[in-house]
């Protein structure tokens, strides 16, 4: 009889789990093993392609050290969160994204292989739904009041949590590339280098953990409502934001941001566009997430604990 | 008609929250609440409530109609009534076709318009003209969308949606077309680049026609000027949407922002088109205002004033967007002011479980029917 290594691993994936004691996600966690400065997840999480061609990464759940106390007060105070795992995009999302799903291109500057911006907060939102129905998934979002089912299985805006974690990718610094400023023209499209406009999704480096252009380019827009006093009374585990507010969250910098507000922890908000039938920030624009399936979970343990290098 | 069938026979939710009704004095103190910075002052509402009388009997003295898109019992028709909101009359009466986005021949004896229809289980949208009083349906463009006139009456200037699939986001078209009423043809425009146009307006001499443009041929989003027989295409440095080209080609109106219909000179003549002398019209501070219009005699503008906002899908005829957009029902209703901005606005429709929206002037033709 011949074996499979795969059907090995998939059974040692499935022991390790029954193992964890019902923890989350329960290895690896790149924050909990962080030295400040450093990357705890010393290889990048595996990239998967979905089923709509997107790259996506596999984002293990882990602890990490949320805001700072060096910038502005709405990060502070620095706290320590822990997140489940997630898929995450690789890329920003581009226009050419949206033309396979017939959409209307809202972006100002045109090209398939730029991000999409001019993104009200709600139109993210409902392309996550209708990305996930695309892919058999259950969406996230109530098309008319955009409440969030967090345990559907499809695709929605990331917390704030997640996409700080997966920016920090590990480290502690105020950039997942450290804080010499000659590293950022390669890794960030921000006003000093941008010639005014986006630059092409995935044209810098990626951070540590594969995902590119979570320093500048365009501001992505995340789900959390947004509340400068939030950290203070922050929930531990996988927050979510406020319940109501006025404004969403937007991370990241964009195209015309000085390096400051492409700080992982910058925090930044904007009214989400809901009843602007003309919204027009071309400098706004998001990725996607969705929670990981069982099968990616077990194949995140296998892959940690086989010592196999990602895809 | 007596003001008290016009003025608040339903309650009517005024920016403040209150839900206000009664006669005349009802009436005027939603419109002070609207037009004013949000508290009443009781001696203004007295003194609007005589203005707002002489503005409604110059309105009914006029030689001109509105007619205007009606979302009513699952189905969006095209009503005319007189312009001092008296006598609302379904112009379109098709319980399973929606039309909207009603726009007047200059002379008055056509309108053209859209119209939804359910085709093998999509929603095809086309551009249609019918004579004034509502006979003589023909068709123009299917899958095409925001139709005007040319000052002559002669052509009618519509864009194609960007997708086979209809999309009812307003900028989602591609191109611009001119259909020639004598021959039937229909021509497209030399810039092929054209895209992304919505609320076209042409101008009187025209030369040129006028357009939002979101998020295409290189604008974020602004108003602009095409020139109708050539490649020139002109930012008006216009912050908002939604123009419109005043009878005479010298004024324009928009919505300046979700709140505020603006007013500006408008020239043509230089060569390269600007507008001065903005000024506002009309303002409010919660509600949103749009679709603005002006008299055949540039002395007055109608508008619409509605919840900002997604709204609830009510029914077949409606969408989940935001509510000023075409075929998205909120709770709208029309007005008119003098397009100078000078004294109180007449609300002409006082429906709260309609819609009422996308106003347009009328001059009363002499015979409705138009010559074939």
Redesign the interface.
Known sequence: MKIRYGQVFTALGVILCLSACGQKDALPQPGKQAAPNANSLQKSPVEITSKSGVKMRLIPGGEFLMGSSSGDKDETPPHRVTVSGFAMDVFEVTQDQYAAF???????F?DPRRPVE?VRW?DAALFCNERSRREGLEPCYD??TFECRFDASGYRLPTEAEWEYAARAGTETDYDFGNDPRERQSHANFKKISNGRTGLAGKKKPNRWGLYDMCGNVYEWCHDVYDPAYYAASPGTDPHGPATGEKRVLRGGAWNSSPVACRAPTRYSDVPG?????F?R?TYGFRSVRPLSPEEKTGLLVSDKMGKPSP | MTSKRILGQRGFLGMTGHRISGGMAGGALVLAVILSSGAAVPARVAEEDAAMAALRAELAALPYKIVFERYDKDNWELYVMNADGTDPRNLTQTHDIHEMYPQASPDGTRICFLADVEKDGNTLRSVYYMNADGTGRTLVAEKSRQPCWSPDGTKIAFVRQEFSKLNITDYVSKGLYFYDLKTGETTEHPNKEICHLYNLTWSADGCWIVSTVHAGMGFSHGIIAIEVGGMGVYDLKLSGCRPCLSADGRQICWGADDHTIRIGDVDFLGGIPKVSNEKIVSKAQVLHQYHSDFSPDGKYVSYSIGPGGRTQAKGPGTHTEVAEMVSVAGQWNLFVKRSNGEGPAVQLTWDEDLCNKESEWLPVASNTKAKP
């Open positions: 017939e959409w209307p291109n809202p972006a100002h045109k001019q709600s098309e008319v809901i009843t602007d039938a003309c027009a071309d």
